[in-house]
């Protein structure tokens, strides 16, 4: 089992910037990747960023591609996203998830754990 936290999450105005972060336990292999997806109210959950354990690969959202950026400290066990230019359309609860193997993917259901997820708010 592994057990994901994020926190960070707030109220922050259009053009602003929030740095979230999840920190990893529980029997967490070294070769895992790790991911952001998102949630707005009466839509489906959907991809933001994911990084391989390395770093050596990443993966971006078009909508947040420039903006977003994923980094990962493994003796930390902690993933972060650091969101820069935010806009109102960004508002979702962001879930962080976890996936053993090398490969990043888009789809929910590739990823093994999830965290409980943290509120982000935009305003405009």
């Known amino acids: 089992q592994v057990q994901l936290v994020e926190t960070g999450g707030g109220l922050v105005q259009a053009g602003g910037s929030l740095r979230l972060s999840c920190a990893a336990s529980?029997?967490?292999?070294?070769?895992?990747?790790m991911g952001w997806f998102r949630q707005a109210p009466g839509k489906e959950r959907e991809f933001v960023a994911a990084?391989?354990?390395?770093?050596?690969?990443?993966d971006y959202a078009d909508s947040v591609k420039g903006r977003f950026t994923i980094s990962r400290d493994n003796a930390k066990t902690t993933v972060y996203l650091q969101m820069n230019s935010l806009k109102p359309d960004d508002t979702a609860v962001y879930y962080c998830?976890?996936?053993?193997?090398?490969?990043?993917?888009?789809?929910?259901?590739?990823?093994?754990?999830w965290g409980q997820g943290t509120q982000v708010t935009v305003s405009s």
């Open positions: 998830a976890y996936r053993y193997g090398s490969r990043t993917y888009y789809s929910t259901s590739m990823y093994d754990y």
């Open positions: 529980g029997r967490a292999f070294t070769n895992n990747v």
């Open positions: 990084i391989s354990w390395s770093a050596t690969s990443t």
